[in-house]
C-alpha cells in the first residue's frame, strides 16, 4: 500500500502561481507512474498531468505551458508547478500514484489516492 499526502493549495488571483507537493511512501514498485488530477464541483475528475520516472511527462492539453510536474527521488514526493492560474484552474486537485503504465490520464491506473488540496483562482 502506498500513502499519498498532497499540501501546497489555496486561494490565488489569476495569473498568479501555486506550487503544490505530493509525499508518496510505500513500495517503489507501487509509485512508478504518479499523476495528478483535478476535480471540480459538479464535473468529473480529470487528468493533469502525470510522469513515469523523472522524466517521462505527459499534461492535459489545458495546462501545457502553465503546468509543470517534477519528482524528487531522494524526497519520495513529485510536485506541481502551476503557473498563469485560471478560473478555471479551481478544483481539488489529487495526487495518485500507481505501478507502470503509459495509461497517464486513465484514474483506475492509480491504486493510491491522496485526500486532495483545494486551489481557489479568484477573477
Known amino acids: 500500500q502506498v500513502q499519498v499526502v498532497e499540501s501546497g493549495g489555496g486561494l490565488v488571483q489569476a495569473g498568479g502561481s501555486l506550487r503544490l507537493s505530493c509525499a508518496a511512501s510505500g513500495h517503489p514498485s507501487l509509485r512508478v507512474t504518479m499523476a495528478w488530477f483535478r476535480q471540480a464541483p459538479g464535473k468529473e475528475r480529470e487528468f493533469v498531468a502525470g510522469?513515469?520516472?523523472?522524466?517521462?511527462?505527459r499534461y492535459a492539453e489545458s495546462v501545457k505551458g502553465r503546468f509543470f510536474i517534477s519528482r524528487d527521488r531522494a524526497k519520495s514526493t513529485v510536485d506541481l508547478q502551476m503557473n498563469s492560474l485560471k478560473p478555471e484552474d479551481t478544483a481539488v486537485y489529487l495526487c495518485?500514484?500507481?505501478?507502470?503504465?503509459?495509461?497517464?490520464?486513465?484514474?483506475?491506473?492509480?491504486?493510491?489516492w491522496g485526500q486532495g488540496t483545494q486551489v481557489t483562482v479568484s477573477s
Open positions: 495518485a500514484a500507481g505501478p507502470k503504465s503509459l495509461r497517464y490520464n486513465n484514474p483506475r491506473t492509480y491504486d493510491s
Open positions: 510522469m513515469i520516472g523523472t522524466d517521462n511527462t
